[in-house]
């Protein structure tokens, strides 16, 4: 196999439906051979290597540990899918308290033994929050840490297709900013169905205005569904895009879904915040320029900033994370 670097990966979560996933996927897209998986429970994460070890992926070289400090030593890449589980019933805000309080201990766990991390990705929910938690405390640059938020995007683009009949890859241009889930903004205006543009679709027969508001609805509710479908959340999704995210920054060819990063630009009124935004993710990790949209869109995402805002204050109030004026002496690079 011909893999795009030796460097070292890090899978936290690893004996997870999600964390296992990734790691067959990770070696399956010639990423790495070098892959750590991590997780505390012992058994079940000893169970997942052995099922990589069964793959018998030629020249790869997988180890697990239970030692987070042993995990993250000399790594360059982590995805984390380490948090509590959405279960049925629950929204990702559910999971605040307890998942931003793993988050802040992973970013106190790369500053002390992966400061010089490549790239790392958050994707246990609320993944804004605990991205940017993860962030404040790791002492990394702000392009260094980014969050899933393509399966919005992709979610929007599989209900299109669907809608219209026609594959997937006819729809383009399906983008939603801000947070993830409920509370995203829909960018309308830039998609096309089949090179037509959505907005010339929408109020017509085929795509009658109550018709659009129930497939957004389906969009929104995207990961909930998934939950009462399958009886657990999505897996192979954010497994695929997480690590197609990694893969960007490791071959240097771009990812064409936006992704969560970190927007401080008072003057845009965006500060100290981890969102969905349009995003480059190259070699020197994440850039962000805030995206081309309506009046009404551009409003919606600031709606969305502003639910996140609350959730972060939130987490400041927990005493998870430091007040706002106090992250630069925990992180300079903020």
Same mark, same amino acid.
């Given at each position: 196999?011909?893999?795009?670097?030796?460097?070292?990966?890090?899978?936290?979560?690893?004996?997870?439906?999600?964390?296992?996933?990734?790691?067959?996927?990770? &070696?399956?897209?010639?990423?790495? +051979?070098?892959?750590?998986?991590?997780?505390?429970?012992?058994?079940?994460?000893?169970?997942?290597?052995?099922?990589?070890?069964?793959?018998?992926?030629?020249?790869?070289?997988?180890?697990?540990?239970?030692?987070?400090?042993?995990?993250?030593?000399?790594?360059?890449?982590?995805?984390?899918?380490?948090?509590?589980?959405?279960?049925?019933?629950?929204?990702?805000?559910?999971?605040?308290?307890?998942?931003?309080?793993?988050?802040?201990?992973?970013?106190?766990?790369? /500053?002390?033994?992966?400061?010089?991390?490549?790239?790392?990705? @958050?994707?246990?929910?609320?993944?804004?929050?605990?991205?940017?938690?993860?962030?404040?405390?790791?002492?990394?640059?702000?392009?260094?840490?980014?969050?899933?938020?393509?399966?919005?995007?992709?979610?929007?683009?599989?209900?299109?297709?669907?809608?219209?009949?026609?594959?997937?890859?006819?729809?383009?241009?399906? /983008?939603?900013?801000?947070?993830?889930?409920?509370?995203?903004?829909?960018?309308? #205006?830039?998609?096309?169905?089949?090179?037509?543009?959505?907005?010339?679709?929408?109020?017509?027969?085929?795509?009658?205005?109550?018709?659009?508001?129930?497939? &957004?609805?389906?969009?929104?509710?995207?990961?909930? /569904?998934?939950?009462?479908?399958?009886?657990?959340? #999505?897996?192979?999704?954010?497994?695929?895009? #997480?690590?197609?995210?990694?893969?960007?920054?490791?071959?240097?060819?771009?990812? +064409?879904? +936006?992704?969560?990063?970190?927007?401080?630009?008072?003057?845009?009124?965006?500060?100290? @915040?981890?969102?969905?935004?349009?995003?480059?993710?190259?070699?020197?990790?994440?850039?962000?320029?805030?995206?081309?949209?309506?009046?009404?869109?551009?409003?919606?995402?600031?709606?969305?900033?502003?639910?996140?805002?609350?959730? /972060?204050?939130?987490?400041?109030?927990?005493?998870?994370?430091?007040?706002?004026?106090?992250?630069?002496?925990?992180? +300079?690079?903020?």
């Amino acid at each position: 196999m011909s893999y795009i670097t030796q460097d070292k990966l890090v899978i936290l979560g690893a004996a997870g439906a999600i964390g296992s996933n990734m790691t067959q996927s990770a &070696l399956t897209m010639e990423l790495t +051979p070098n892959v750590c998986m991590y997780d505390p429970f012992e058994k079940g994460l000893e169970g997942a290597a052995e099922e990589i070890y069964h793959c018998a992926f030629p020249g790869a070289s997988v180890t697990w540990t239970t030692d987070i400090g042993e995990a993250l030593s000399d790594a360059k890449y982590l995805i984390s899918s380490g948090g509590a589980p959405r279960k049925e019933g629950m929204t990702r805000e559910d999971l605040l308290k307890g998942n931003t309080e793993i988050a802040a201990q992973l970013g106190k766990d790369i /500053r002390e033994y992966a400061p010089g991390l490549n790239f790392g990705v @958050i994707i246990f929910n609320p993944a804004d929050i605990t991205g940017l938690t993860t962030l404040v405390h790791s002492g990394l640059a702000a392009g260094k840490i980014g969050t899933l938020a393509a399966l919005d995007s992709t979610r929007l683009q599989t209900a299109l297709a669907q809608h219209f009949g026609v594959e997937q890859d006819d729809v383009t241009g399906c /983008r939603t900013y801000g947070g993830h889930g409920e509370m995203m903004a829909v960018f309308q #205006s830039r998609a096309k169905v089949a090179g037509t543009p959505l907005t010339d679709l929408i109020g017509t027969d085929k795509l009658t205005e109550e018709d659009w508001e129930k497939l &957004l609805e389906r969009v929104k509710q995207g990961g909930k /569904r998934i939950i009462q479908l399958r009886g657990r959340s #999505s897996f192979q999704s954010p497994a695929h895009q #997480s690590l197609l995210m990694l893969k960007a920054v490791m071959d240097g060819q771009g990812y +064409p879904w +936006p992704s969560g990063v970190y927007v401080d630009d008072a003057s845009a009124g965006f500060e100290k @915040i981890m969102m969905a935004m349009e995003t480059e993710l190259g070699s020197e990790g994440l850039s962000w320029s805030i995206p081309e949209g309506t009046e009404e869109e551009l409003y919606e995402l600031q709606a969305s900033y502003q639910h996140l805002a609350k959730l /972060r204050d939130e987490v400041i109030e927990m005493g998870v994370l430091p007040s706002l004026n106090e992250w630069g002496k925990v992180n +300079p690079n903020l």
